[in-house]
């Protein structure tokens, strides 16, 4: 299973960010206690030389995983004791509820079809 579209949405939306203040590095263990990444991915993470590339190679691992696996991050980052990881996590959460109300709104506001009178049916004078 891979994320949803509104959870892909808010990773490419927080891309950048993510990159430059992620640190996966020592999140590691953790993402492995809470069942997100397998130590086979792990060892992916870990050959890659430098922090932002390590970055990189877990978003794309994350956005193979599923939306359950994904709130389970957003909540490793959001109980850091490292402002700009809880920064990053709520506004993960924040990004996928905004898109959510966007459709629920849209839902609300969409006018129904008007049928063509008679069904389409053009009836001729006899």
């Given at each position: 299973m891979t994320l949803g579209n509104f959870e892909k949405e808010a990773v490419e939306q927080c891309?950048?960010?993510l990159v430059a203040d992620l640190s996966v590095t020592s999140l590691l263990d953790k993402l492995i206690d809470m069942k997100i990444l397998q130590t086979k991915e792990q060892r992916h993470i870990r050959r890659e030389r430098n922090l932002k590339r390590r970055?990189?190679?877990f978003l794309q691992i994350?956005?193979?995983k599923s939306n359950e696996e994904f709130y389970r991050f957003c909540k490793i980052l959001e109980s850091?004791?490292?402002q700009t990881l809880i920064s990053l996590g709520q506004t993960l959460r924040q990004e996928v509820?905004?898109?959510q109300k966007v459709l629920e709104i849209n839902d609300k506001n969409?006018?129904?079809t008007a049928s063509p009178p008679?069904?389409?049916i053009i009836l001729e004078d006899t």
């Amino acid at each position: 299973m891979t994320l949803g579209n509104f959870e892909k949405e808010a990773v490419e939306q927080c891309y950048e960010s993510l990159v430059a203040d992620l640190s996966v590095t020592s999140l590691l263990d953790k993402l492995i206690d809470m069942k997100i990444l397998q130590t086979k991915e792990q060892r992916h993470i870990r050959r890659e030389r430098n922090l932002k590339r390590r970055n990189e190679r877990f978003l794309q691992i994350l956005q193979q995983k599923s939306n359950e696996e994904f709130y389970r991050f957003c909540k490793i980052l959001e109980s850091s004791d490292i402002q700009t990881l809880i920064s990053l996590g709520q506004t993960l959460r924040q990004e996928v509820e905004n898109r959510q109300k966007v459709l629920e709104i849209n839902d609300k506001n969409e006018v129904p079809t008007a049928s063509p009178p008679n069904n389409g049916i053009i009836l001729e004078d006899t």
